[in-house]
T-cell receptor, first 114, second 119 residues
Framework: DSGVTQTPKHLITATGQRVTLRCSPR?????VYWYQQSLDQGLQFLIQ???????AKGNILERFSAQQFPDLHSELNLSSLELGDSALYFC?????????????FGPGTRLTVT | AQKITQTQPGMFVQEKEAVTLDCTYD???????LFWYKQPSSGEMIFLIY??????QNATEGRYSLNFQKARKSANLVISASQLGDSAMYFC????????????????FGKGITLSVRP
């Protein structure tokens, strides 16, 4: 158990819909990262938040948005969903101390868009 | 150009034997970190080992060691005494840039290598 929690574990929805994925980082971790894993694109960085502020953006679509709340949990909002958005979405949090500031991943949310 | 290259399509190893999973990387930043993650069929991503670009010694974590060859830009993972539970996908990843307290940069992942351990 990495200490990072994600809900829901599975999500099935239809095209055009909007969903929200939730993530709680490890206790004390201020950085939260969102990644998307799909068969064709592999593991791709979407966005990073640090202590409530957006720090970096990767290949995140305009239909997607995220935020980090004062209690440090984060939400990834996906709207106008398309079939191609079906993927495993990971949240990771970064240790605040340590040699490599390694990222610990949550169990992921598997999104299926039908 | 790909920043992390993992070209082995699939690897097989006999139980109790050692196996090396290859990873090459590309960066012009003198400060970077290299990571290996394991993804079993259940889907979770498990952190295995870390190597910093300025580390003088190869990293080791239990049965995992990282063969870091900086000049060749390779960071191969060595798993000793393979176990059936080691069967999984293995990802090499890189963080570019020095560590900035609390605001670390993203990981760039390779495409992964599938490892199958035979009994």
């Amino acid at each position: 158990d990495s200490g990072v929690t994600q809900t829901p574990k599975h999500l099935i929805t239809a095209t055009g819909q909007r969903v929200t994925l939730r993530c709680s980082p490890r206790s004390g971790d201020l950085s939260v990262y969102w990644y998307q894993q799909s068969l064709d694109q592999g593991l791709q960085f979407l966005i990073q938040y640090y202590n409530g502020e957006e720090r970096a953006k990767g290949n995140i679509l305009e239909r997607f948005s995220a935020q980090q709340f004062p209690d440090l949990h984060s939400e990834l909002n996906l709207s106008s969903l398309e079939l191609g958005d079906s993927a495993l979405y990971f949240c990771a949090s970064s240790v605040s101390k340590g040699r490599g500031y390694e990222q610990y991943f949550g169990p992921g949310t598997r999104l299926t868009v039908t | 150009a790909q920043k992390i290259t993992q070209t082995q399509p699939g690897m097989f190893v006999q139980e109790k034997e050692a196996v090396t999973l290859d990873c090459t990387y590309d960066t012009s930043d003198p400060s970077y970190g290299l990571f290996w993650y394991k993804q079993p069929s259940s889907g979770e991503m498990i952190f295995l080992i870390y190597q910093g670009s300025y580390d003088q010694q190869n990293a080791t974590e239990g049965r995992y060691s990282l063969n870091f060859q900086k000049a060749r830009k390779s960071a191969n993972l060595v798993i000793s005494a393979s176990q059936l539970g080691d069967s999984a996908m293995y990802f090499c990843a890189m963080r570019e840039g020095g560590k900035v307290t609390g605001a670390n940069s993203k990981l760039t992942f390779g495409k992964g290598i599938t490892l199958s351990v035979r009994p």
